[in-house]
């Protein structure tokens, strides 16, 4: 029962004979208008086999594979069968006493599956526990040998689990599963509990009904009460599945080797019989072509063959009858729950009740992200996020060709002479923009600046109401222990390249100023982070993110900074998590807000003549009201109050169209890269203060958006989802913030009021420049960070706000 180091290395001819059959594939015809109905449409199997054909490289993941899992096989004596080669991952944790975790499979899943819970489950941390990590590739699944003998069922499986884990030194053990995996481990726990299986956790889990006699109470309370919407639903995709996902079983468990066949000898059979599953049986995951077509030549290059895998099902219901599922008594270690909406038989949880049932986790998408799971096995508890990821941006070739071959494409309006800016974005810009962006400007080049520039990461973020999220950051350590840790906030048409200019002073380690620990968080929908899929995504959201992402890096105390939506986030978060956590928050985007709506700032402070202003009022900020009416205003202040006339009354209308009809714009966003251009480029000029932007600058900040993870589009959801949430909180409510505050007043910033007007008792620090605009950490860095040194720093009003992160050294 020796271990033996294992790496797949596919023979040549079975790669050359698999694209000698792609060459001849026959496809059937299809009927008008047929989608998902009939089965896999007819597009995605020639999509597919296309790309095995030609693009596909076996070789390449086949050596990914190699590299990222340390896979092993080994001869497992089973009782009536002789010995078994068993192929399996093992990982142990760097942490000597982690947790063994047995994985186990199902069908059509393989090893492969433990592939993006590897890392995570490994990781060591004192924030939640590690486990030594044991993926076994069932006998006729993968690499593993397949039982020759009629009769392997779930005993059998459960044995070859088992006597691995003793064998590689793990007497006790906890283990997960879903699919056949939650049977499997289920019968582990009834054969080898409380002795070596001391815990399981499934995310598939199954049982027996309400019956009248072993659970009376519990039928009585369906009959009364009825059942939820939430179970309803649940109800709704159990029948859908009944009615139109159980014929694969019907065939499995009563001609498995005539189904066979045609696996064995057809890769489009094969293809097509796998993919109909993955795209059922998941949430709208978004399945790469190659992700797919890995997971299934995984099983075209299986050892035994694909038609082995489903023997599975003839032996376990000639064993054990259809009623698979046992009632919730029937396992006695502690056991824990995952439920997904969209699992193929999400059964009320009310059924699962049992004294052994410790742990039970609700998720609102997915029934394959594997974030939202790493974070559970918890019978033996995980934390809500996920472990850092590094990431570096790489745009597939596929999405920089069809940007070239839209820019080729571009159809220009006309233009009014000598308009000018007046109408917008003048001609002669767009076309020297446009003509730059198709035949000059690189990509590649930027990109590769951006990944050596920017130490970039993702991490899964659960959001309440939400699940989980993935987000990208920007995460650079000052060389400093003890310097402040400082999350930085953009805005809308921002993006986590704002941080590009300030990173290298904010880390800066110098006596005569603090240094920060810089983390810029790429928002929702931004970028390369994950966008919401659901409706209300808000501010609270934002800043929930913000906050937990902050945390799971080992932040609990900390300060912010931001500007445009930043200033709303990052008082947000000050108001959720102040004084515990957000110790502090400094903005280039200051205003009250504090009795007004953004609107209201746009509408009812301001005026037509800007030599008058209209004042706040007595009964809410008397002391400001009476300074204006005394002192009147000086020569920044009306300039200010110019420059916000102009923005209401030239510069907002994007604002309303954002707020009311963002996905109209958004088809344009998306599908129009000189629209896309045109409406950010705008921003870009009118919001800053003479910057002198250069060409390619620029196409980097808009490429940025245009080849965002979750595309244009979502970024401006922001601007709906706050009017709907808080129709008369949009500028914040600074009077609610009771942390330090510091502002920054830019000339150019496009609402500049009075700071009697924004002024309130926690203000501590503000500063005065006389250039700038919106984007100030793009335009005016060193002034930014210089305030943000002023106010941090030795002697400044928020010196030491973070317990032992003084800035300095010691």
């Known amino acids: 029962m020796a271990e033996t180091p294992f790496k797949i290395a596919v023979p040549d001819e079975k790669i050359d004979l698999l694209k000698k059959k792609l060459a001849l594939t026959v496809l059937p015809d299809e009927l008008d208008d047929a989608g998902w109905d009939y089965g896999v449409p007819l597009a995605d199997v020639r999509r597919l086999v296309a790309r095995w054909q030609d693009g596909y490289d076996w070789r390449k993941y086949e050596a990914q594979l190699n590299e990222e899992l340390p896979q092993f096989t080994r001869d497992i004596e089973v009782d009536g069968f002789g010995n078994l080669n ?207 077509l890995t997971w299934i030549s995984i099983y075209w290059y299986s050892r035994a063959g694909p038609a082995a895998s489903v023997r599975i099902y003839y032996e376990v219901t000639q064993a054990n009858g259809t009623r698979l599922a046992l009632p919730p008594n029937a396992i006695t270690i502690p056991t824990g729950y995952s439920y997904f909406p969209k699992d193929i038989a999400p059964l009320p949880k009310r059924w699962f009740k049992s004294p052994y049932l410790v742990f039970e986790s609700e998720h609102d998408s997915g029934v394959t992200r594997p974030p939202s799971f790493s974070t559970q096995p918890s019978c033996c508890s995980l934390p809500s996020t996920m472990a850092e990821t590094p990431f570096k941006i790489d745009i597939p070739d596929q999405k920089i060709a069809l940007l070239k071959q839209k820019l080729a494409l ?111 968080l790429g928002l929702p929908g931004f970028g390369f982070s994950e966008a919401p899929k659901k409706k209300g995504f808000e501010f609270t959201q934002y800043a929930e993110v913000g906050h937990k992402l902050m945390l799971s890096l080992g932040y609990n105390e900390y300060v912010t900074q931001g500007g445009d939506w930043a200033h709303v986030i990052t008082a947000t978060i000050a108001q959720n998590y102040g004084h515990k956590h957000c110790k502090a928050r400094h903005t280039n985007f200051p205003l009250s807000g504090g009795y007004h709506s953004l ?26 009201y009476l300074s204006s009416l005394v002192f009147g205003y000086n020569t920044r202040e009306k300039e200010g109050l110019k420059r916000t006339t102009w923005f209401r ?61 979750a595309g244009p589009a979502a970024s401006i959801r922001i601007y709906y989802e706050a009017r709907q949430a808080r129709p008369d909180a949009l500028g914040g409510r600074p009077d609610l913030v009771t942390v330090p505050t510091g502002y920054s007043h830019f000339p150019k ?62």
């Open 86 to 292: 068993v192929h399996y991952v093992h990982k142990r944790s760097d942490v000597v006493d982690a947790i063994p975790l047995l994985f186990v499979h199902g069908w059509p899943g393989s090893f492969y599956e433990v592939r993006k819970l590897l890392p995570l489950l490994i990781e060591a941390s004192p924030e939640h526990p590690s486990f030594h990590v044991v993926a076994v590739g069932l006998p006729g699944y993968g690499f593993s040998e397949a039982p020759k003998k009629k009769g392997f069922e779930l005993a059998q499986y459960a044995e070859v689990g088992n006597k691995l884990m003793i064998a590689l030194g793990y007497n006790e053990y906890v283990t997960q599963g879903g699919d056949w995996g939650q049977m499997i481990t289920e019968k582990i726990a009834q054969l080898y509990g409380h002795k070596h299986s001391k815990a399981r956790h499934s995310n598939m889990p199954l049982t027996t009904p309400p019956h009248p006699i072993h659970r009376p109470l519990l039928l009585l309370s369906h009959l009364l009460f009825g059942y939820t919407p939430k179970e309803q639903e649940g109800f709704k995709r159990i029948e859908w599945f009944r009615a139109k996902g159980y014929g694969y079983f019907h065939e499995q468990s009563t001609q498995p080797q005539t189904l066979g066949y045609s696996l064995a000898d057809s890769p489009a059979g094969l293809l097509a019989w796998i993919y109909e599953k993955l795209v059922t049986w998941t949430d709208s995951y978004p399945w790469d072509d190659d992700e797919v």
């Open 410 to 520: 571009t159809h220009f309006p006309d233009e009014l002479e000598e308009a000018g800016w007046a109408y917008g974005v003048p001609l002669a810009d767009m076309r020297r923009l446009v003509g730059r962006w198709a035949d000059g400007y690189d990509w590649r080049k930027e990109e590769t600046r951006l990944n050596q520039e920017l130490p970039q990461f993702t991490r899964d973020i659960d959001v309440d109401g939400f699940g989980s999220l993935n987000i990208h950051y920007i995460h650079k350590k000052s060389e400093l222990a003890d310097a402040v840790p400082l999350l930085f906030v953009h805005g809308w048409p921002g993006s986590f390249l704002e941080v590009r200019k300030i990173l290298p002073l904010l880390v800066e380690v110098s006596p005569g100023h603090p240094s920060f620990h810089v983390v810029a």
């Open 599 to 624: 609107y209201q700032n746009l509408c009812s402070y301001l005026f037509l003549d800007p030599n008058r202003a209209s004042p706040p009022q007595f009964t809410r900020s008397p002391v400001a």
């Open 649 to 709: 009354d030239k510069g907002r209308g994007y604002f309303e169209e954002h707020s009311t009809q963002p996905q109209t714009l958004g088809y344009s966003l998306s599908d129009s890269p000189a629209g896309l251009l045109a409406w950010i480029y705008e921003k870009l000029v009118n919001w800053t203060d003479n910057y002198p932007w250069e060409d390619d600058e620029v196409l980097t900040w808009i490429s940025v958006y245009w080849f965002s993870r």
């Open 749 to 810: 910033e496009l609402i500049q009021l009075p700071r009697r007007w924004t002024k309130t008792r926690n203000v501590v620090f503000e500063a005065e420049h006389d250039a700038g605009g919106h984007f100030a950490s793009h335009e005016k860095p060193h002034e930014l960070v210089d305030d943000l040194r002023k106010m941090f720093g030795n002697g400044g009003p928020a010196f030491s706000v973070v317990q032992g992160k003084s800035g300095y050294a010691a």
